[in-house]
């Protein structure tokens, strides 16, 4: 089973909202990932978490602040977002950090900050 | 730095004729990795097919099959039989390299492909 799941499937918030992603793998992946997909545009990567430790921030702004609770889960928490945060926000997750390993992503979720 | 071109932004081809999506990169790596992914409207990106840079064959995978040309730095994507279902973005994706040995996909600008009927 190569299934990434996201929840909510879209969410909208204002500006003063706290709302959280939520993103699940059961493929006993090791590695997880945070990405943004802005309208017309390629993912770029947010956020790796290789071991449930943060490994990887690519300089993101604080309002985005993420968690791994366990192996299986990782989520986003949002902040005081601005309308520009606007986005696809796609987790994925591979077997390990490293190698030749492709990275499944789940659906996203499509976020709209008014 | 490593770079993924992708210089067509649309493609249109008829139901069951085989289509090329080009991409072409750019690294200093010896080793490399370079994907494709679909993502239809929905959202999702689904992993397609995977090919290394010390593969000696192309990479396969069902209808879709990887012309990678190392010469040349082209890994192109070619869908034979077209179905309507395939209509979608399609992106090529090279693994980069971060602090530590960490990956990152570093994506090309992707190309929207329609199949018609």
């Known amino acids: 089973d190569t299934e990434v799941t996201q929840t909510p499937k879209h969410l909208v918030m204002g500006m003063t909202n706290k709302k959280s992603l939520k993103c699940e793998q059961h493929m006993g992946h090791r590695a997880m990932y945070w990405y943004k997909q802005k309208a017309k545009k390629p993912p770029e990567l947010m956020f790796v978490?290789?071991?449930?430790?943060?490994?990887i921030n690519e300089s993101v702004p604080s309002r985005f602040s993420p968690e791994c609770p366990n192996s299986s889960l990782l989520n986003l928490h949002l902040h005081a977002l601005q309308p520009e945060d606007s986005a696809l926000y796609l987790c994925a997750s591979s077997p390990t950090r490293q190698g030749a390993n492709e990275q499944y992503f789940g659906p996203g979720t499509r976020l709209t900050v008014t | 730095a490593q770079k993924i071109t992708q210089t067509q932004p649309g493609m249109f081809v008829q139901e069951k004729e085989a289509v090329t999506l080009d991409c072409t990169y750019d690294t200093s790596d010896p080793s490399y990795g370079l994907f494709w992914y679909k993502q239809p409207s929905s959202g999702e990106m689904i992993f397609l097919i995977y090919q290394g840079s010390y593969d000696q064959q192309n990479a396969t995978e069902g209808r879709y099959s990887l012309n990678f040309q190392k010469a040349r730095k082209s890994a192109n994507l070619v869908i034979s039989a077209s179905q309507l279902g395939d209509s979608a973005m399609y992106f090529c994706?090279?693994?980069?390299?971060?602090?530590?040995?960490?990956?990152?996909?570093?994506f090309g600008a992707g190309t929207r492909l329609a199949v018609h009927p």
């Open positions: 994706a090279m693994r980069g390299i971060l602090s530590g040995g960490y990956n990152k996909l570093i």
């Open positions: 978490y290789s071991y449930e430790k943060l490994s």
